[in-house]
């Protein structure tokens, strides 16, 4: 079966600066892809070649199996671009009807659903539109017409949490329907709920990629543990389990230990069960603590392991 | 016209509506004090001593060289000089807004990633432009030859459509112009300076050539030129001019277009 996405040695250089470095990327039918990296990693510039915007230096882009600047491959696509830029002048409900138009949309019914869903008004302005609101035009605009493929560029980028969840719903229904959808962010929790497999990309290079519950299982997670006053901080006990690392007081002296911990948290509880602690707290991991600072240390099992104590110029909430 | 592009159309003309009524309205009011101020010129005699002072190859530069007639008069306020200058940077605006201004918004990012060919949006926003000029030419045409006729000005109609037709001719070439420069990726403030710079370049060596023996040769690049050197309005139309006119326009349109399909669109 063809991939529906298919980047082969894809290279992008704007002037002296690379974007894209040999980037590799297999997108299966039926899946929903997640496109992961911290801002200006490349995401937006590989899924503008994905829709025939750009064109790569070097290396091959196909869709379907065919090269993107073909305008009949991208009618098998829906599109929210990263910058969303709508025309001012025009109200949402005539912004609407023209993309349907030029893509020969018949059948609105699914159009008016989503309108319904988002909440969108398509009676008001372009111009008066928060960016939450326009993103919710974008997205109407980019599923409405049941594409096989979409691509949406950081499509939850102002949207308010509950439209979070209709934005997830509505990509689960669409996996549900047969189509895939190729999901960019730089959050990993906004994508790991509907994805299949995730990309990881850093510095237009690729950094990680593979089945998300795996690559979850690996990704470190960063806990803050708070001991009883009067409790040793046994911090080289901590520092001896299999799966911590970078583990630290965050003040000289003081009972609240950070460490990052990669793999499932059992072995860490079962210790900590031993002691008396008063908080734990593992915040939601950003992308570059759950992947690309671990990466960069090699791979798992070759980290260090070694406690340490802050040194007075160290950052000591980091 | 097959759907998609009658919707770009659509869109296009739409987006422009509200600069292209603005224009066509200062060009009626222009034409129309133009001629509506011949009844009292004509009979004050005040127009023949206009430019009995100036050499007659400086007359003839600025196009006043004859304002004692009807048709002099017409071409000296408003064909020779101020009509095509305004039309052109009229073209000139309109046409790298509509593509360059549009694409380095970002407006243009969705509407490109739709299931139509890049070479199309790109023509049609064009053909908006042309449109516009187009329509404010008709506008302008009619208010000049209702007035013709009204005041029993000395002037044929065929004339004053002939050089609606080149002036208008003129405009295009020139929206060609910054079509390509836009096409070839340079963005729009460089089309715009461009263009406008082979608007006024050309109109120099149009007015000032013949009195130079070192530009002399260089006359007859000048669209200006072969729009205005036969005086249509005496004269008809000036086929030859004419058919440089549209064939320069096609080449820098069909230019224009070849590379806007081969190059990457830019990023907001």
């Known amino acids: 079966m063809t991939p529906l996405i298919e ?12 974007a ?67 025309d001012e002048r025009l109200t949402v409900g005539q912004t609407l009807t023209s993309w349907g138009r030029l893509r ?75 189509q895939s959808v190729l999901l960019s962010s730089h959050i990993l929790s906004e994508v790991e709920r509907v994805a299949n497999l995730v990309a990881v990309l850093q510095d237009g290079k690729l950094a990680a990629s593979g089945p998300t519950q795996e690559l979850r299982r690996r990704a470190a997670q960063r806990f803050h543990i708070t001991f009883a006053e009067d409790e040793d901080v046994p911090l080289a006990a901590l520092a001896a389990l299999d799966g911590a690392s970078a583990v630290e007081r965050r003040r000289p ?60 110029a160290a950052d000591p909430v980091r | 016209m097959s759907s998609p592009s009658s919707e770009i159309f659509r869109r296009g003309v739409q987006i422009q509506q509200r600069t292209l009524i603005a224009w066509s309205a200062a060009l009626v009011v222009l034409a129309l004090s133009v001629v509506g101020a011949w009844p009292s010129m004509e009979s004050s005699g005040a127009l023949e001593d206009f430019s009995s002072g100036v050499s007659p190859d400086v007359a003839a530069a600025f196009g006043i060289d004859q304002l004692g007639s009807a048709s002099g008069y017409l071409k000296g306020n408003l064909y020779a000089v101020l009509l095509p200058l305004l039309l052109g940077l009229m073209a000139v605006t309109a046409t790298t807004a509509l593509t360059g201004g549009d694409e380095e918004a970002g407006r243009l990012e969705l509407l490109l990633a739709l299931p139509v060919a890049r070479r199309r949006v790109f023509l049609v926003r064009f053909l908006c432009v042309t449109f516009g000029l187009v329509l404010t030419s008709v506008l302008v045409w009619l208010s000049v030859y209702g007035s013709v006729v009204a005041f029993d000005m000395d002037v044929s109609g065929g004339g004053v459509a002939a050089v609606t037709l080149t002036v208008a001719l003129l405009a295009v070439l020139h929206a060609g112009v910054a079509y390509a420069v836009v096409g070839f990726g340079f963005g729009r403030g460089p089309a715009l300076g461009v263009a406008a710079g082979v608007l006024v370049v050309g109109y120099l060596l149009h007015a000032i050539g013949p009195m130079s023996d070192a530009l002399k040769p260089l006359v007859n690049v000048s669209p200006w030129e072969w729009a205005l050197g036969n005086d249509p309005l005496l004269d008809g139309v000036p086929w030859g001019g004419v058919a440089l006119l549209v064939a320069f326009s096609v080449v820098v349109v069909a230019a224009g277009t070849y590379a806007v399909d081969r190059r990457d669109i830019k990023n907001a």
């Open chain 1, 253 to 312: 002296d003081g009972q609240e230990v950070s460490l990052t911990w990669a793999g499932s948290p059992d072995a860490l509880l079962t210790f900590l069960a031993g002691h008396r602690i008063r908080t734990l707290t593992a915040p939601e991991p950003d992308l570059e603590e759950a992947f690309l600072e671990y990466y960069q240390q090699g791979v798992p099992g070759s980290r260090s392991s070694t406690a340490k104590e802050p040194s007075p």
């Open chain 1, 20 to 86: 894209l470095s040999q980037l590799n990327l297999t997108v299966p039918p039926s899946v929903v892809y997640g496109y992961l990296g911290p801002n200006g990693a490349g995401k937006s510039t590989t899924i503008r070649m994905l829709m025939g915007l750009s064109r790569p230096t070097s290396g091959r882009v196909r869709v379907f199996g065919q090269d993107p600047t073909e305008p009949e491959v991208r009618r098998r696509i829906g599109y929210l671009p990263g910058e969303l830029r709508l």
């Open chain 1, 104 to 178: 020969g949309l018949r059948d609105t019914a699914y159009r008016d659903e989503l309108v319904q869903r988002f909440g969108v008004d398509v009676s008001r302005k372009v111009r008066g539109l928060s960016t939450g609101n326009r993103r919710k035009v974008g997205l109407v605009g980019a599923f409405m017409a049941r594409p096989e493929l979409l691509i949406l560029d950081e499509p939850t980028n102002g949207l308010d949490p509950l439209m979070q969840q209709v934005f997830l719903t509505t990509v689960e229904e669409a996996r549900d329907n047969g």
């Open chain 1, 7 to 18: 980047c082969t040695d894809v290279t992008k250089k704007f002037g002296d600066f690379t």
